[in-house]
């Protein structure tokens, strides 16, 4: 109780909550802009955290990276370009509504649940963070192989028509990432003798350039067809969300639960939650159909679920010392810097820091509500920008977003070349999510295939010889099972969908 | 809109605005170096270790030289393009770079022409020797215990992990396994990311033992999911004073480590390069950065710009020597 005391005081200093105020601005734009991401708020600031005491430094942290995964939905609703890659599993479906006329509903529901989707992620780091970190670190390869497998499956929901297409997109995915120094060997591979293209294919700069540029080239040739559609008045952002929310509770809560597991794992964020709820809400949902027309359930769930995913990716590093995504990746480094080592024990030694982390989590997310208010407010004054002034300020952020991930030119060239190849795909009906799925998977699928046998030194029965690496195992293959069945049938190959195919 | 692009602008091309914000009195050097900002160039990522230890220092010279010193993370390749951005730029002390342990390896690898030749050496910093961790409840009490069940055992009954295939603390397991008079392959290594995914297999089960550093292992330690049962290094960690030596427990003498220094490009001029050394000095011997390794966990080892040079060829053809027993040189 003193510890919960004395962090409390910690936090009601006015500068801490000045630093949490500015943080929450600066995530808030972070996020919006298409190109800069939450993980790269959190690198960028890391060194001026290195000036500061712990409760403000990691109160910036908290603070930005939650306003950056909830910012980033407000251009996917408004030009289809997702602010962060936690955002590209629902951004077309997001646009798809706001075309209907539906903006405002959609950017209210995006807001109000990226709240509570927060609130519950915290919740959970509270009450269950030691408990779910016991089963969080049981993962091994094995284990995660089954989960990369089991994600790939994803790609099929995001394919709407011809799944083939959508299955050719995911291996243009896989494919690309072999590029680089190969994850088990240690050799590199098409490479070329290029020192840059060592590192591979940096999901960042290649999903600014899938999403973004494709996009601001599809508005340079189709000069009419886009952003004018949207130009609507954004009126009462949150009339309508208490009837979302009555029809979706289920959805949100399965949303947010999903989001904090998968944060959990270490390795896998927001994006993949995201992803995953997103799959979930469709395979599950009573109207399957619905899906890509603009349909608020899917959103709901995935919303929901990248938010959750932040306060659970916290779980294992706090608990372990282990990063549960990208920025608790940084943020370990940062609470070595500032005499916190992570384990249980800083439990014991620092708990007034936890207890201070814990309510600065809850505060973001109450401070969230109006500033993201503010900056959907701001972002109608974005649409009134003329088009040709406001793309080539978004063309910059993408070229200073993927020059910041890699320091150098070569980030810039991969956006440039990889937004290409996006646009071509999405000009001839390849979607381009699967794309950047299998980039995001690709190497999580190797590397734990790869170690996984030589784990079982070649033996394929290791896969199911763990339970829980069983379970996942079989339900993986039933899955599968059942879409080829069904492809075999003439059935199309999802699962969610029974309608005959056109 | 300029106002908000400029400052992000700023931010993004690395602690520009940091630095700004917290501007120090310009110092009144004798020399004109340096006159302008300095660009730190790190390896490896924002957070870990490398960077950590670079951005203390990058402070602590910015203390002492009155200018910004930025702290710019290239990362990828397993190091080589950092290492390479450091090699390549332009030899006026203005793009300086921190340089690990790899830079002794990945020659070897076949991933770069670079080798510790290339650089300008100004300093060693730190040196962290790797330790034996194993699962806290498994059957190996004691060093001795595991190494007489690993000779008992056909060869890659035993899996290890730590980093990646033929990385540093790889290369620290085939040194033992030799010391011992295994052959390299007694145990198998399982490549990881890094000694984080390691160690957390390592709890999961997966693997049977870890060979990364201490510090690194130190948050499962205190979970009570490890033990480590000793460490590869001439005498006990200052911080883990509990842990023996491989010498202690089991009378084999290997040590080895994995070491951060700072270096410039190749052909760095003289004065320059001893301004900086004279600086690194000063920064070694500073309460600051004695605090902040040891908060860490991590070991501090000194090394001027000549002692560096000597300690980086040594190290170089250990780490080949290694390599080759492991049968991953491929030069």
């Known amino acids: 109780m003193d510890a919960l005391l004395t962090a409390s005081r910690l936090i009601l200093d006015p500068y801490v909550l000045w630093v949490i105020t500015a943080s929450a601005a600066f995530g808030m734009f972070v996020g919006a802009m298409p190109g800069l991401t939450a993980t790269m708020a959190t690198a960028l600031l890391v060194p001026v955290t290195f000036f500061m005491d712990p409760v403000p430094a990691l109160g910036a942290i908290v603070t930005a990276t939650a306003m950056a995964i909830f910012a980033g939905d407000i251009p996917a609703a408004l030009l289809r370009i997702p602010g962060t890659p936690a955002s590209a599993a629902y951004t077309d479906e997001s646009y798809a509504m706001s075309k209907k006329g539906q903006l405002d509903l959609n950017l209210g529901v995006n807001l109000v649940f990226s709240v509570l989707g927060g609130f519950v992620g915290v919740a959970i780091l509270i009450v269950c963070a030691p408990a779910l970190a016991e089963v969080a670190i049981n993962f091994s390869s094995f284990e995660y192989f089954w989960l990369a497998l089991l994600g790939l499956t994803c790609a099929v929901f995001m394919t709407s028509d011809v799944p083939l297409k959508g299955i050719t997109s995911l291996l243009f995915g896989l494919a690309i990432n072999c590029i680089g120094i190969d994850p088990a060997a240690g050799y590199p591979r098409f490479t070329f003798g290029s020192v840059e293209l060592l590192q591979g294919i940096s999901f960042i700069p290649a999903m600014i350039g899938m999403f973004a540029l494709s996009e601001l080239l599809r508005g340079m040739v189709h000069a009419d067809a886009q952003g004018a559609v949207i130009a609507q008045k954004i009126g009462n952002i949150f009339s309508g969300v208490f009837g979302v929310f009555k029809r979706y509770w289920f959805n949100f809560l399965r949303g947010s639960a999903i989001g904090v597991l998968i944060g959990a794992l270490p390795g896998a964020g927001a994006d993949i939650a995201a992803w995953i709820s997103f799959a979930v809400s469709k395979r599950f949902s009573k109207e399957p159909e619905k899906f890509g027309t603009g349909h608020i359930e899917g959103i709901v769930d995935a919303t929901s679920a990248n938010n959750s995913a932040l306060g659970g990716a916290w779980i294992p590093a706090l608990v372990f010392g282990i990063p549960g995504d990208s920025i608790t990746a940084i943020v370990i480094g940062v609470l070595y810097m500032k005499g916190m080592n992570p384990g249980p024990t800083v439990f014991l030694q620092n708990p007034q820091f936890i207890y201070a982390v814990f309510i600065i989590f809850i505060l973001a997310n109450i401070l969230m509500l109006p500033l993201g208010w503010i900056a959907i407010k701001g972002g109608k004054q974005l649409l009134r920008v003329p088009r040709n002034v406001l793309l080539p300020v978004i063309l910059m952020f993408c070229l200073v977003g993927s020059y910041a991930m890699t320091n150098s030119i070569y980030g810039v060239i991969m956006m440039v070349v990889m937004g290409l190849i996006g646009w071509l795909m999405e000009e001839h009906g390849f979607p381009i999510a699967p794309a950047i799925l299998g980039l995001v998977l690709g190497e999580m699928l190797e590397q734990n295939f790869m170690t996984s046998m030589i784990k079982a030194d070649g033996a394929f029965i290791m896969f199911f010889e763990r339970p829980i690496a069983a379970t996942l195992g079989v339900m993986t293959l039933l899955i599968w099972g059942t879409m080829l069945w069904r492809g075999i049938r003439g059935r199309p190959a999802t699962l969610g969908e029974a309608a005959p195919a056109p | 809109m300029s106002k908000i692009s400029r400052r992000t602008f700023a931010a993004s091309t690395a602690a520009v605005a940091a630095s700004a914000a917290f501007g120090f009195k310009p110092a009144f050097a004798d020399e004109a170096y340096p006159t302008r900002p300095i660009q730190l160039i790190c390896p490896w990522g924002a957070g870990g270790g490398t960077d950590a230890t670079a951005r203390i220092v990058g402070v602590l010279l910015e203390k002492e030289f009155g200018q910004p010193v930025n702290v710019v993370n290239r990362t990828g390749g397993s190091g080589v393009v950092g290492h390479s951005a450091i090699a390549t730029a332009a030899a006026d002390g203005y793009t300086l770079g921190i340089i690990t342990v790899e ?229």
């Open chain 2, 103 to 331: 830079i002794a390896m990945m020659h070897w690898a076949g991933l770069t022409q670079l080798t510790p030749k290339d650089f300008t050496p100004l300093a060693l910093m730190n040196e962290d020797p790797p330790g034996i961790q194993v699962k806290a409840d498994s059957a190996y009490k004691t060093v001795k215990d595991l190494a007489d069940a690993i000779k008992g055992s056909a060869p890659g009954k035993f899996k290890a992990s730590g980093t990646g295939q033929g990385g540093i603390w790889h290369l620290a397991l085939v040194g033992w396994l030799k010391a011992m008079g295994l052959p390299p392959n007694q145990v198998a290594w399982v490549p990881s990311n890094g000694a984080a995914p390691a160690m957390q297999d390592l709890a999961a089960g997966g693997i049977d033992f870890t060979t990364c550093s201490i510090p690194e292992a130190r948050a499962m330690i205190d979970a009570g999911k490890a033990r480590s049962l000793a460490v590869m290094a001439p005498k006990r960690a200052a911080t883990f004073p509990d842990v023996p030596t491989l010498k202690e427990a089991m009378g084999v003498d290997y040590t080895t480590g994995a070491w951060r220094g700072f270096a410039g490009p190749k052909g760095l001029p003289q004065p320059i390069a001893a301004k900086l050394t004279a600086s690194l000095k000063k920064i070694f011997d500073s309460k600051e950065y004695n605090d902040f390794m040891s908060s860490r966990g991590f070991g501090v080892l000194w090394n001027d710009a000549s002692g560096y040079a000597a300690f980086m060829d040594k190290a170089d053809a250990q780490m080949g020597e290694a390599m080759k027993a492991a049968g991953i040189a491929k030069t």
